[in-house]
């Protein structure tokens, strides 16, 4: 029963309130962090790196915290190079989960490698690198990795984030928890900004934390923005938090506008493939189904030139040859004068189909000369002409 209780969320047991206030006086005895690291401007790149791993393995947002959190201090202290960076970050993140997780969460070597591999990270990890590491983290921080980070109050926090007495927009809330949930999101999402610039270190974690809760509310347009609930637990005013809560709105507005700006190239961009795959589509119509220019009597007699039926038409033209220019042998019944008539004027159609020059229409000219063999299935695929009963290699050389 007792260790059913461990697990529980400590926020919302009995002992929470002991449980925060342990937590409020080690974050009194926390690393001054001075901002001194010869790679600080890699740390950027670090931070991103561990996130991604901390999410691949589902790791609690107190890990992955407690992991930056750790690193940050171990750069501010020594100079690391590059390739013992890249190692640096897989130990804070073992000794962080190790910390923070249950024993199967913790993840594992094989698992870290393939990830870094995934990740296009040059290194290969192995255990006595690994080990070396970690117990160079535990002397650096003297065994202490009871460190606490934003992310151990914010829970805490959220447990009063609303009240009955708020207001959205001016007016009453109806569904308090339809909010809350909606106000977690966005405590989370400032929690998680406020790791990417290292300015936040200079706060305590637990203003940090309620300065989340009290930037959600703004953008939420909840009030008022901070209650008396909030200011008993947290022991913070709104002038404690102004500062930092300025920091937060003003990323959170410069985060809306790139996001904007990428919307909009992205609906540009599809503005402009659309408009292509019309001009595309109008072109390929025009190829495929305009009447050919090519007349394939245009070389033969005169007699044959007037006809544009290639069977009825040949037929009657040979009926009229044979009338306009029959010898004499022929219309006295000649067979032999008859046979070769009929010989003379096939050979006079053969050659013609063989070595009968394709006039190419110009459509297709313009075509195959700008673009080359497989140009539309390249661009489109075939599902592009799927719809449209077009033939996939109309356009292959």
Not at 170 to 186: D, G, M
Not at 330 to 341: I, M, P, T
Request: proline share 4%.
């Amino acid at each position: 029963m007792g260790r059913r209780r461990m697990e529980e969320q400590w926020w919302k047991g009995e002992l929470a309130a002991d449980v925060h206030q342990t937590l409020r006086m080690k974050e009194l005895k926390l690393p001054i962090y001075k901002a001194q690291s010869p790679q600080i401007g890699m740390r950027r790149y670090f931070i991103d790196l561990l996130t991604v791993l901390s999410n691949h393995f589902n790791l609690c947002p107190t890990a992955r915290h407690l992991a930056i959190y750790l690193l940050d201090l171990f750069m501010d202290r020594y100079d690391i190079p590059v390739k013992q960076l890249h190692i640096t970050s897989f130990a804070c993140l073992l000794l962080a989960s190790k910390f923070e997780e249950k024993e199967d969460k913790v993840p594992k070597l094989e698992h870290l490698n393939n990830l870094a591999y995934m990740c296009n990270v040059n290194v290969v990890l192995n255990k006595k690198d690994l080990l070396r590491m970690e117990m160079l983290l535990l002397e650096s921080f003297n065994w202490n990795l009871c460190l606490p980070t934003p992310a151990h109050y914010i829970d805490y926090y959220l447990s009063v984030s609303i009240g009955e007495n708020d207001l959205h927009n001016s007016w009453p809330i109806t569904s308090l928890t339809k909010v809350k949930a909606f106000l977690e999101k966005y405590a989370y999402y400032f929690l998680d900004f406020s790791v990417q610039d290292h300015i936040f270190l200079h706060f305590h974690p637990s203003l940090i934390a309620a300065a989340c809760v009290c930037a959600s509310r703004t953008c939420m347009q909840i009030s008022p923005a901070w209650t008396t609930q909030l200011e008993l637990l947290t022991c913070y005013s709104w002038e404690h938090l102004a500062q930092c809560i300025e920091m937060m709105l003003i990323y959170y507005e410069n985060d809306i506008k790139e996001a904007s700006n990428i919307k909009n190239q992205v609906t540009i961009q599809h503005q402009e493939q659309e408009a292509v795959g019309n001009l595309s589509h109008r072109a390929t119509t025009q190829v495929l189904f305009q009447q050919s220019s090519y007349h394939p009597l245009a070389q033969h007699s005169a007699t044959l030139s007037q006809f544009q039926s290639p069977v009825q038409d040949l037929c009657s033209a040979y009926r009229d040859s044979l009338q306009a220019h029959r010898p004499s042998g022929l219309l006295a019944g000649s067979a032999d004068s008859s046979l070769h008539s009929c010989t003379v004027l096939q050979a006079s159609l053969r050659p013609s189909a063989q070595t009968l020059p394709i006039q190419v229409p110009t459509a297709v000219q313009v075509a195959l000369g700008t673009e080359t063999g497989h140009c539309v299935s390249t661009a489109y695929g075939s599902s592009y002409f799927s719809g449209h009963h077009y033939a996939a290699g109309c356009f292959d050389g």
